[in-house]
């Protein structure tokens, strides 16, 4: 840990001793380890297929451990507290976002025993008809320039 005592020159800071502790108090210690850990990403698409942001992070959490390990289109045993490390989700949080997603049918989920993972499918066709409609949505306003009959020349 680096000394908070000296300057970069090594002299003694104002208000420092020798006889305190090298490093930061341990309240600022555990505040700069929880700023700096895991960040929690959101596909901004998801949040809007899924109009609910927690069940946005499940699905992002879900299709990352898809490809981190290479198991697409299959069932992914993941452990509630598996979910809770990596988006600090509650139980109930995560039931209410899994909630969400089987109403939408964006994924599958299989409930296991006490002492195993549940399993969880992203089901990607429901997902990209549901990207694609909203795609539409929001296009639907433009005024696309007329297209050229084909074999006619400007």
Excluded at 8 to 36: C, F, V
Excluded at 55 to 69: K, P, R
Aim: hydrophobic share 35%.
């Amino acid at each position: 840990m680096y000394d908070m005592r000296p300057d970069p020159e090594g002299n003694l800071l104002p208000g420092k001793s020798w006889s305190d502790p090298p490093g930061p108090p341990p309240a600022e210690t555990e505040l700069m380890l929880s700023m700096l850990d895991m960040p929690i990403t959101i596909d901004r698409c998801f949040v809007e297929i899924c109009g609910d942001m927690p069940a946005a992070a499940m699905l992002t959490e879900l299709s990352t451990i898809e490809s981190e390990t290479g198991c697409r289109d299959q069932w992914l045993a993941v452990t509630s507290r598996e979910l809770e490390r990596r988006l600090a989700l509650s139980d109930r949080q995560q039931r209410a976002a899994r909630r969400v997603l089987r109403a939408k049918g964006l994924i599958g989920y299989r409930r296991a025993g006490p002492t195993r993972a549940d399993e969880y499918r992203v089901l990607w066709p429901a997902i990209m008809t549901l990207l694609r409609q909203k795609a539409t949505e929001r296009t639907a306003h433009i005024a696309w320039p007329r297209r050229r009959p084909e074999g006619v020349q400007p």
